[in-house]
């Protein structure tokens, strides 16, 4: 299986302006730029697309190990937040915390934790990603 995005870019890093188009029609021509990456200004940004990427995968990842142990969520919400830090003359991606808040009937703290740290570590964005991964699983009764 093979997905894909694109980005468009034009003029320089402070005053261009990009957009991103994702093979399904989830996002077509979302505007990112620096303002929106750097600052608060409009539109998307590399880090907050990793971000919702990570939340997405590891919720599919945990409603996964679930299943295999015969549960199943009546709901799952992750977060995640990603940090940009200055890397030299650079940026880098150093950690991506995911929060998750889970309920799910059948199940303890103990089974939780273990089926949701196993799920972080098994989740294909976790994998990709060289930053530190940290997660906080709540199970909501």
């Known amino acids: ?3 894909s995005a694109s980005a468009h870019w034009s003029g320089g ?3 261009g302006q990009g957009s991103i188009t994702t093979e399904t029609p989830a996002l077509r021509e979302a505007p990112y730029g620096f303002k929106s990456r750097f600052e ?4 998307t940004n590399p880090e907050e697309l990793i971000a919702a990427a990570h939340a ?5 990842s945990l409603s996964l190990g679930l299943g295999n142990a015969g549960l ?9 937040v ?6 030299g003359d650079g940026f880098s991606i150093t950690t991506s915390h995911l929060t ?6 059948g199940t303890d703290a103990a089974t939780f934790a273990k089926i949701a740290q196993a799920s972080k570590e098994g989740c ?6 060289k930053a530190t991964i940290t997660l906080d699983a709540v199970l909501d009764s």
């Open 1 to 3: 299986m093979k997905k």
């Open 13 to 15: 890093l402070m005053d």
């Open 40 to 43: 608060s200004g409009p539109g």
């Open 56 to 60: 997405a995968c590891f919720s599919m």
């Open 72 to 80: 199943t969520a009546d709901s799952i919400d992750t977060k995640a």
């Open 82 to 87: 990603v940090t940009l830090d200055k890397d």
């Open 100 to 105: 998750c808040k889970a309920k799910v009937p």
């Open 124 to 129: 294909p964005v976790s994998k990709v990603l």
